[in-house]
């Protein structure tokens, strides 16, 4: 079962603060619903949402993000989820695209997932790839290029970065929220963004 995110998390105090100011101008709107959770549209339309759950299993959704390693192979955490729900299909049809460098993106098929595309961004390994905050950042933002690129309306991310390659999360969610914040306004194609968090630590954050 989803949940909603905390209002009084870091980042999201962080995405708060941001929309408020830019919507002076009338180009943000927040909006409060039952037991505290948190409705945001972003400047041209853009909803995003955080929940709780798997991210394997949001089928209303046109792509879902992959934490991937350089070789788009499975593995731990995130891609092994996603590769073993998506079947062989995924690794064979990916192997044609790797190796990717931290802060890439690719795109493949979804296969046996019930979304139609997977995109696969290889985020920073904390203290090794430098800039770090950058190299996270031109992950969240060359996957939404992607989904311009192929008119997606919806995307899901994971929590980039944060498991084996050690990222801190607050700092990882204020990187997250502030490229989709700062990008919202320039997406034509993609009306939802939706960060979907394993745990209810990972939810108190964000």
């Given amino acids: 079962m989803q949940g ?3 209002l009084t998390s870091p980042a999201t105090k962080l995405l708060l603060k941001s ?4 919507g002076r101008n009338g180009a943000n709107r927040i909006s409060k619903n039952g037991g505290g959770n948190v409705e945001r549209e972003l400047a041209g339309g853009v909803k995003v949402e955080v929940v709780q759950g798997d991210v394997t299993a949001q089928e209303d959704v046109e792509a879902i993000v992959n934490a991937a ?5 499975s593995g731990g955490g995130v891609a092994g989820a996603i590769h073993d ?14 190796p990717i460098s931290p802060g890439e993106a690719v795109v493949t098929s979804g296969h046996n997932l019930p979304n139609r595309y997977v ?20 992950c969240y933002r060359n996957s939404l290029r ?15 970065s944060t498991g084996v390659f050690r990222y801190p999360k607050v700092e990882a969610a204020e990187v997250a929220l502030r490229v989709v914040t700062e990008d919202a306004e320039s997406l034509r194609s993609v009306r939802l963004v939706r960060f979907v968090l394993f745990g209810e630590e990972d939810s108190k954050v964000y």
């Fill in 4 to 6: 909603y995110f905390f």
């Fill in 19 to 22: 929309t408020f100011e830019k």
């Fill in 69 to 73: 390693n350089a070789r788009l192979e």
């Fill in 85 to 98: 729900a998506a079947g062989p299909g995924l690794a064979e049809e990916a192997r044609a695209l790797a």
């Fill in 119 to 138: 995109i696969h961004a290889l985020g920073p390994v904390y203290g090794q790839d430098h800039p770090e905050a950058e190299l996270l950042a031109d």
């Fill in 146 to 160: 992607i989904a311009e690129e192929r008119r997606i309306s919806s995307v899901a991310f994971p929590a980039i």
